[in-house]
């Protein structure tokens, strides 16, 4: 399965942008990591096979939005209220098997090529 992210720019901050990733086969449950320059990559939000579980980080709660289409089998990150610190390289994941909805890098199967997404203070 692979899976293409495109939908990263440059916006301001309050801006905002929409994230998405078309995977080639149809995945278990999704979701998207982010990795700012020197720091590890850490979980922004996860989405069930079904779309109908989703979880965020605690910095993304409230402003961002994941949501899947499964008949084109695509995830979305809708982000909002954009701050400059989420500037990062975007990443979109999926697992090959049902599992519980994961916040952990290492369970998911599948990895897009990343997107960057700047926002300008």
């Known amino acids: 399965v692979q899976l293409q992210a495109s939908g990263g720019g440059l916006v301001q901050a309050g801006g905002s942008l929409r994230l998405s990733c078309a995977a080639s086969?149809?995945?278990?449950?999704m979701a998207w990591f982010r990795q700012a320059p020197g720091k590890e990559r850490e979980f922004v939000a996860a989405?069930?096979?079904?779309?109908?579980?989703?979880c965020y980080s605690d910095s993304v709660k409230g402003r961002f939005t994941i949501s899947r289409d499964t008949a084109k089998n695509t995830v979305y990150l809708q982000m909002n209220s954009l701050k400059a610190e989420d500037t990062a390289v975007y990443y979109c994941?999926?697992?090959?098997?049902?599992?519980?909805?994961?916040?952990?890098?290492?369970?998911?199967?599948?990895w897009g090529q990343g997107t960057l997404v700047t926002v300008s203070s």
């Open positions: 994941a999926g697992q090959n098997r049902p599992r519980v909805l994961s916040t952990v890098a290492g369970t998911y199967d599948y």
């Open positions: 086969l149809g995945t278990y449950n």
């Open positions: 989405i069930s096979w079904g779309g109908t579980s989703t």
